[in-house]
């Protein structure tokens, strides 16, 4: 699976990231599921849980949120509806000022046939009032799932923004970035240990969409991914070696 | 103070925007928090950051400063190098550090 996938939504992503072409390319490549992560907002998660239930692929319904540190953490929902209910609140800890197209780039909420529906005015490319740790309080007190987002990066990751893993920050997960190698990560951050490695996409366009981390699940739902980032239950989610992700 | 005269006091490597280094300087500001510079940085001033993703040079258009130095030697990748041709922003590269860059910018007069 893949659990960071943008859509038009998001600023920096390419056009081509409309649901339909989104799942399709999921599907081609195999992934069971993938995570659709737009900057702030859910708005195009229902569209692409709609495509991916008619090509068959699992969606997990989530946001990257931005936190006021300028680090990126991924939060998974059961469902839409959870997840654009927390989105509310998120939209309450966003500055006043709306989005430049021009400079960022276009945010557009779309169908699940890739229709324009309208265009999201907020700045959802910057970050909230909540620092990192009330982010990941917000995500679990609304029932989610917080992953920290490419850590190893220099920019937006937890890493490469903090230099360290902040003491008492509950994290379900950490994502490491395409290619980053997990072994050579937690050589150098030993306390890394402690967390569920992931690695993930973070596809801008179709192209990057990846199969990077292997889920032992029974099926692609949000409490079998909950277990398999736990690794109970027999579940577990392991990163595949770079060589091996192609054949996926 | 020109972006060309800065250019050559500092000996830094011009990596977008060749043909506007005679843009006015009007002072400096230093930050790596996007959220600070697009609240603080002013109009014609230098920013100093070792970031060096897209959304700088959105900040930076945004912003309207005269130029970017990234410190430390940090590369910007191939889409931030194209977005900033195509915004005209002036993105400048040095191997130094960012204490030392706006050490020698405040030595040439530049004011924050
Ligand atoms: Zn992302």
Known sequence: MDLHVHTVLSACAELEMLPGPIVERARALGLAGIGVTDHNSAENVLAV???????????????????????HILAFFPGAGQALRFQEEVYRQLPAGQNDPRRFGHQLVVSADGELLRENTRFLQAPLAWPL?????AIHAHGGLAIAAHI???????????????????????????????????????ALRQFTLISSSDAHRLAEIAAQTWFRVAEP????????????AGREAHILAVERRHVQ | MTV????????????????LLERAV???????????????AQPGEVWVTLQAHPN???????TDVACVIITEGIQPDEVTL?????????????????????????ALGLEG
């Open chain 1, 152 to 190: 190893d990066r220099p920019a937006y990751g937890l890493l490469g923004v903090l230099g360290v893993l902040p003491p008492g920050l509950f994290l379900d997960a950490v994502e490491l970035s395409r290619h980053a190698d997990p072994a050579e990560w937690t050589a150098r951050e030993p």
């Open chain 2, 82 to 106: 194209a977005k900033a041709r195509q915004e005209g922003v002036i993105l400048l590269g040095t191997n130094e550090d960012t204490f030392r860059t706006v050490a020698r910018l405040a």
């Open chain 1, 49 to 71: 849980s709609e495509a991916g239930r008619r090509a068959g692929v699992a969606v997990f319904a989530g946001l990257e949120l931005q936190a006021k540190e300028e680090v």
């Open chain 1, 221 to 232: 739902t949000f409490e079998e991914l909950k277990l398999a980032l736990q690794g109970t």
């Open chain 1, 133 to 137: 740790r009330e982010c990941a309080e």
């Open chain 2, 26 to 40: 009007s002072g400096g500001y230093a930050s790596d928090l996007l959220s600070y510079v697009m609240a603080k």
């Open chain 2, 4 to 19: 060309q005269q800065i250019v050559d006091a500092l000996g830094l490597k011009v990596l977008s925007g060749d043909g």
């Open chain 2, 56 to 62: 700088v040079v959105a900040v930076a258009s945004l």
